[in-house]
């Protein structure tokens, strides 16, 4: 775990510059911002999210809500970060930011995180209603065929000198005939423009069957990747994503 939240860390920071990230809600009495998420390693069908948000309310709870609007609730994990806050090059004191922990089925799609005010001493900044963050920062691309969304990389160890690494998919069949996901058809490109064909090496690849309108989320293997290797892009096809700020 310790390896792991190292690594997890060092995500968050590059996830600040990704897509839509940060996120904001609230007002001027009540507000926060998400400036980053990663995926920690699926167990149990159960997947660890870690979440880095900063807010002006001292005690909350913060929350997250899928796509079948199920809560979850986050176990705080660190607020280290909290000491030496700037927003746009200025100190800001007023604000404390922390990371968060959920633990959500694999499956499951984020919506919206929730937040929702504890008791506070001062006496102004009792009765704060909760309020919520949509969640708009997975990265996605689409055409009259699919859409692809993406939610996070993370390196699984190595073979011999080379990383294999693991990409979190979902992908919809937007057209009107079956549509055949086979891993090899996706792409991941490094800084230097290499390219590295998805799939765990297996002769016979598994391949899935969408019918029209299904979607599927899952866990793309790309092994043996050179260790100075940065996946930058990933493509499908004729789609690009840039994925540049999330591994």
């Not at 970060?81 to 968060?100: C, E, F, M, T």
Request: net charge negative.
């Amino acid at each position: 775990m310790q390896r792991y939240f190292g690594f997890a860390l060092a995500l968050l920071l590059l996830c600040a510059g990704a897509h839509a990230f940060p996120l904001s809600g609230g007002d001027l009495k009540a507000n926060a911002t998400v400036y980053g998420v990663v995926e920690g390693d699926t167990e149990d069908d159960n997947a660890p999210i870690y979440v880095d948000i900063g807010s002006n309310l001292d005690y909350y709870t913060l929350v997250l809500v899928d796509d079948d609007d199920k809560f979850y609730t986050a176990n705080y994990l660190d607020d280290s970060a909290s000491d030496a806050i700037y927003i746009n090059g200025v100190p800001s004191h007023n604000v404390k930011r922390k990371l968060w922990q959920f633990t959500i089925p694999a499956t499951a799609t984020i919506k919206r995180l929730r937040l929702e005010p504890k008791d506070s001493f001062d006496s102004s900044r009792k009765d704060i209603a909760p309020f919520s963050i949509d969640w708009e920062g997975i990265p996605e691309v689409s055409n009259n065929n699919v859409t692809i969304k993406f939610y996070g990389a993370q390196t699984k160890g190595g073979y011999f000198d080379r990383i294999a690494w693991v990409f979190g998919l979902k992908i919809t069949n937007n057209g009107t005939q079956n549509l055949i996901v086979v891993p090899s058809d996706f792409v991941i490109l490094d800084q230097y423009d290499w390219r590295y064909p998805g799939g765990n090496g297996a002769v016979v690849e598994k391949e899935t069957q969408l019918i029209p309108g299904e979607s599927m989320k899952f866990d793309l293997d790309v092994i043996k990747v050179s260790p100075l290797s940065r996946p930058v892009e990933l493509r499908y096809g004729d789609l690009r994503m840039d994925i540049s700020a999330w591994s």
